[in-house]
């Protein structure tokens, strides 16, 4: 039977309760190959897939479960040594003209044969009669062998996992979700730590059609990583009638606050434990330390800012990794362009944008948009 042995790295050390995250992580790959492949179970601090087709298919999957260090593709066989011959043999072509390594771990300390002596005795075999180059420093090819208590996994193939914890072992965060880079990749940031992700979209146009924009596309791309979230839509239009040029260089600041305190309001109401910001510290005018200082002032529910350290050309680059590039810049109209002036406050004042916020009645804004979210997801 075919066999793809994962290994993962951040759980393993989770002490007593890392059962809870082994299982966590089984379900996520369950739910997302179970239908494709014949067997998936844990043996000794992995976890196993058996399949017998659709080789690719599961292996792009399990390249986007969050959790996941490595996979090898290979087979599970007997403990003796001839079955890793025979596997060798049948698949010569994988590393026929190139050199190799055979690099064994031995988790069955029991096994009469330790590692560096497994890995002689396979490889004194390829070379003398399979005729292999060996480079023990720059292989081309690795020749994996993992011995443990009841067969040995041998592959020749690794592709890297994504890390980080699974999906759903670190609560529920609503990420403010803009349809730009740093919105995505701050909440694919935030799923890699373990978090289910619901999005807060404030939009310039009505629910009907964000369902067939460019958000609702960007929400299904997260999905391929795991996520399950909701998302909830809240109309522009209610702080552009009561907000709309009142103080044009604070606007976008106000902006902010009105947006931090509807998801602070979604937080408490659905017992939801952070809000998740893309903010980048200097990036733009609104992301200065002084303007996310009186954006948030009074803001109880945490805020996490996964890319806070980030610059721009990072950020694309990990959006263009995972797929998101091209969502990312598809042309839609947010409600950030459409509170942006020529030359905003870059240091705002926080006793200037709480008058304010008094001014227009910040707090019936906020009131009247909660009482239109409409929920598309």
């Not at 091209?326 to 905003?344: G, Q, T, W």
Request: charged share 35%.
């Amino acid at each position: 039977m075919k066999t793809i042995v994962i290994h993962y790295n951040e759980i393993a050390i989770k002490g007593e309760n890392r059962w809870q995250f082994e299982k966590i992580l089984i379900d996520n790959i369950k739910n997302k190959i179970e239908k494709i492949a014949k067997k998936i179970y844990k043996l000794e601090s992995r976890v196993i897939v058996e399949y017998s087709e659709k080789e690719e298919e599961i292996i792009e999957k399990l390249k986007k479960i969050f959790g996941i260090s490595y996979i090898g593709i290979g087979i599970k066989t007997k403990r003796e040594e001839n079955e890793v011959i025979d596997y060798i043999k049948k698949n010569k072509k994988i590393f026929s003209g190139k050199s190799i390594k055979v690099e064994t771990k031995r988790s069955d300390k029991n096994y009469p044969v330790n590692s560096m002596e497994f890995s002689r005795k396979i490889g004194e075999f390829m070379y003398e009669k399979l005729k292999t180059k060996v480079d023990l420093s720059n292989p081309e090819v690795i020749v994996n062998i993992e011995i443990l208590k009841d067969c040995f996994i041998v592959y020749m193939r690794r592709e890297n996992g994504l890390d980080g914890l699974p999906v759903r072992s670190s609560g529920r965060v609503l990420s403010l979700l803009s349809g730009g880079i740093d919105s995505i990749i701050s909440s694919w940031g935030m799923m890699k730590r373990g978090c289910v992700v619901d999005f807060l979209h404030v939009a310039p146009y009505p629910a009907k059609e964000v369902k067939k924009s460019k958000i609702m596309k960007i929400v299904k791309k997260l999905e391929e990583y795991g996520n399950n979230g909701k998302l909830y839509v809240v109309p522009y239009t209610i702080f552009y009638k009561y907000a709309y040029e009142k103080n044009p260089r604070y606007e976008l600041v106000l902006f902010r606050k009105f947006l931090y305190s509807v998801a602070e309001r979604i937080c408490e109401k659905e017992e939801v434990l952070g809000i998740v910001s893309g903010d980048s510290l200097g990036q733009v005018a609104s992301q200065t330390l002084e303007n996310m200082n009186a954006a948030t002032y009074g803001i109880k529910i945490p805020i996490y800012r996964p890319l806070i350290s980030f610059n721009k050309i990072e950020t694309i680059e990990l959006a263009k990794k995972i797929g998101a590039y091209e969502l990312a810049i598809e042309k839609y109209r947010d409600c950030c362009s459409l509170s942006s002036v020529k030359h905003p406050v870059t240091m705002a004042k926080r006793e200037k944008l709480e008058k304010l916020a008094k001014e227009v009645d910040l707090e019936k804004i906020i009131e009247e948009a909660i009482e239109h979210i409409e929920i598309i997801k």
